[in-house]
């Protein structure tokens, strides 16, 4: 036991007082953090996986408690409801709090993040099937709202999150070649883009 403290002294392992809060006052101190240093949209995802994680392993347990079998029992809830990719998602919050209390080396080892399911990617639509999309959108008014949308997206290749955050401000029509702005907080890329807008966007 004394060699074992030792060797974790020496390498900086040793758990910190973060390792007897709860879990709930642990994930509620690092959304703190997150909040004040991450986009709005990505803050509220994970405001989401926090309550998942306190609802299946307990907003009580103490960090020093979790153990590997936790983890394993959390993944296999979620499955019930959930794709792999969000269960590894949101366990990548639990992970962020045990490194900060220097608990995760310990259960590291025996972590196995769930396989994610590879599909190839997604066929575009031929120039064909776009316009039969956009004429039989055009038959019913109560799709104009996605119709705008999706012609947005065939034509700029805007993502869904930044259409729905787009502002009159952000089109600028006068120009030789119209174009829109995304701001950089609003693109996944976390970089500003100004896709031109063509002939039938």
């Given amino acids: 036991y004394k060699h074992d403290f030792l060797e974790k ?53 103490r960090l020093s408690s979790i153990t590997a079998w936790d983890i394993r029992r959390f993944q296999m809830k979620r499955m019930e409801v959930v794709a792999p990719k969000t269960i590894n998602n949101e366990l990548l919050l639990l992970t962020a709090v045990l490194k900060s209390a220097r608990l995760w080396a310990q259960l590291k080892e025996t972590y196995e993040p769930l396989a994610i399911p590879k599909h190839g990617p997604g066929q575009a ?45 952000s089109l600028f029509l006068g120009t030789d070649r119209p174009f829109i702005r995304l701001q950089a907080e609003d693109t996944k890329s976390r970089t500003e883009r100004e896709p031109a807008l063509n002939d039938l966007g």
């Fill in 9 to 61: 002294l020496r390498q900086n392992q040793l758990p910190t007082d973060e390792a007897k809060w709860t879990l709930a006052q642990a994930l509620d101190k690092w959304m703190q953090f997150r909040t004040a240093t991450r986009p709005k949209a990505s803050v509220a995802a994970e405001q989401t996986s926090c309550r998942h994680l306190k609802e299946v392993i307990g907003s009580e347990r």
């Fill in 125 to 169: 639509l031929t120039p064909d099937q776009t316009s039969k999309l956009i004429e039989t959108a055009r038959t019913n008014d109560r799709w104009f709202v996605a119709l705008c949308a999706t012609v947005l997206a065939y034509a700029t290749g805007c993502r869904s999150g930044e259409i729905k955050k787009l502002k009159i401000g």
